[in-house]
Structures are given as structure tokens and as C-alpha cells.
């Protein structure tokens, strides 16, 4: 778009004096002549602009069924509801208000403190740099000719050297379909509390789209968090995609990179709607590249749960625990059990 064109649709739009969000989608279709073949282009450049919505489809799937990833920018946009249905608004807007739900902060719960309280136990691993250890595995060279100079070359002691440990990334992908409404609410405030405790951590939404809400967690106050991360996702409490969603989130180069070397806890229930080969897939990528994968479903509250399943089946061979995700407690023993059972 020239500098001109740019002019141009800012003055067309005052002379319009739209009323919607609608119009002004309309007045750009209008102004920049957008081809039919295009208007995929100018729709995900506007809601990106206009909505505050980054969309990455993922490769290879250009159908109905594509699930899309979606990673919300925190401006707040109000947004007109039109009278008339349009190609964008009911889309785009609808469907937000349609699976929008407040979350509300709750009091802290003692699963919560202690994921606050015991965050030195997360996973760590071994960094390539390196820090002087009296029982180190490898001599400091340099510093122990720098002492044995300092007394005119009388060696009196062998310096040596470690490796540092860092603490490994941690990626919590969780379900918020249906299914899984139930407890919701309190897996997304345990995110929260993860995402503060944690070094590094990633947190994803998966249903009928992917959603990264990261950013949203960042706010130390949990209110204000939750609150970011209700605006964040549109696909609350509806159908489950969970093969396409994560199948979604590993197309996205700059998202399956969270995964190389990561602790990975997907909670979910595993209830895929159609075939399950997709999630299978998905997990069997995922866990080429992780360092360790935790699938928390609330069916395993019985510890004499068996999945049943294809699904579940299914991703057996790819995880390396099927655990109870029922409550917060359980969770949160998990996430900082995972270095013991490494």
C-alpha cells in the first residue's frame, strides 16, 4: 500500500463517517479494489489492524476445516454490533461474543502457593555455559595460570569448572472445550501462577482453534490476567479439535520452537470428535522434539483409570505419563514432580 493510497482511505473514511466497524471494512474493499482471489489477504491484514487479531493459518490446509492460530494483542476494542449480517462481522465478532466468559479471580487455593512457593523444583537442565565448582569436571585453565603468574609461577591450586544449570522451558497447552468447561477457571489460574513462578513458559489454548495467551499472563495480578485472557480466547465451552489444533500449533515455526528441550503438560480429556489420527500424529511430533510430555485427563481421578478410548490409546507410546488432572492439587504435584521422575 503507497503512501497515497493511505491518505486516501483515511480521508474516504471521514468523508464516510462510519457508524461500524463494519463500514470501514467495507469503505477499504472499496477504496483498494481488493480482487476476489485477495480478499483472504485483506481480511486477516484488517482484523490484525482493526480487531487486534494476528492470524497464522496453518500450512496445507486451505479448507472449512482449517483451524486457525490465533495470538490476540492486548488492545481492547470496542466493538458495534451491525444490524446487517456482513462477511466480516459475523465472523469476526459474533463469534467472539458468542464464547465470551468471565473469569473471575478466585482465593488463592494452596495448590496455587505452592506452585508460587516451590517453583526451584520445576525441571532444569544443563546450560552450555559454564561457573568455577570446587569439585568441577574440568580444569579452569585460564584462571589457574592467571593465580599461578600472581605468585611468580608457584602453582598452589587447580581451579575448576562446572556446567550452570537453567531452568527448561516449560509448555501447558490446555483444553477449554466443553467437555472440559468444568474446571476451566481453575487450570487457566494455575497457568497463571505457572507463568509467574516459571523462568520460561508458554501457555496455549487449544479447542476449536489455538490460542497463545502468553502475553496475556504476564500481569502479576491475577485478576487483571484472567481478565486479558477472557478477551483473549472466542472459543470457550465449544467442540473439541484437538489433533487440528495442535497439529496447527506445530505448522507455526516460531511456535513449535517452544517445544525442543521442553517440559510439556497438555490437559485434557483426550474426547477427539471424529478420528483420532490427527492427535495421535500430533503427539507422536511433539514428542520427537520435547523433553518430557504430562497428558493430565480429569478421567484418571480413579487411580485405576484405563483409557478406553482410540485416542488415548493411541498416544501411549508418545508420552511419557497419563495422569490425574481432576483437581488443582494434582496438577500442580505434577507439574513439580516431573524433574523427580526423569
Known sequence: MSPSQTLDFIEGVGVLGPRTIIDVYRAGRALFAIPV???????????AIFLGQTVV?????????????????????????????????????????????????????????????????????????????KHGNRLDLRRSLREAAR???????????RRKTRQ????????????????????????HAVVQAADRAEVFTIGTRLTRITAAMQPADAGLALARVAEAIADFD???????????????????VFTRG?????????????????MIEAVRKLSRG?????????????????????????????????GDGATSASIVDHILSMARRS
Do not use: C
Not at 482471489?37 to 482484523?47: G, V
Open 151 to 161: 605468585r611468580d609461577g608457584d602453582v598452589a591450586r587447580l581451579f575448576r569448572t
Open 37 to 47: 482471489e485477495r480478499k483472504l489477504e485483506y481480511d486477516a491484514l484488517f482484523r
Open 238 to 256: 465449544g467442540g473439541t479439535r484437538i489433533g487440528e489444533a495442535l497439529q496447527a500449533y506445530l505448522a507455526i515455526p516460531r511456535y513449535a
Open 168 to 191: 527448561r522451558r516449560l509448555l501447558m497447552l490446555i483444553d477449554v472445550s466443553g467437555s472440559m468447561k468444568d474446571g476451566t477457571d481453575e487450570r487457566l489460574r494455575i497457568a
Open 57 to 133: 493459518p496453518p500450512s496445507g490446509d486451505k479448507g472449512d476445516n482449517a483451524v486457525e492460530a490465533y495470538e490476540p494483542s492486548l488492545a481492547t476494542i470496542e466493538i458495534e454490533a451491525p444490524n446487517d449480517r456482513s462477511e466480516v462481522g459475523a465472523e469476526a465478532v459474533s463469534a467472539e461474543r458468542i464464547s465470551h466468559r468471565n473469569l473471575t479471580r478466585s482465593a488463592s487455593s494452596a495448590a496455587i502457593d505452592r506452585m508460587m512457593r516451590e517453583a526451584s523444583a520445576l525441571p532444569r537442565r544443563l546450560s552450555y555455559r559454564r561457573t568455577g565448582a
Open 290 to 322: 520435547a523433553w518430557r510430555i504430562e497428558w493430565l485427563t480429569p478421567l484418571a481421578i480413579d487411580p485405576s483409570f484405563k483409557p478406553e478410548t482410540a485416542g488415548l490409546k493411541g498416544i501411549l507410546p508418545y508420552i511419557d505419563r497419563l
Open 262 to 278: 521442553a517440559a510439556v503438560v497438555l490437559m485434557s480429556d483426550g474426547l477427539e470428535r471424529g478420528s483420532p489420527d490427527a
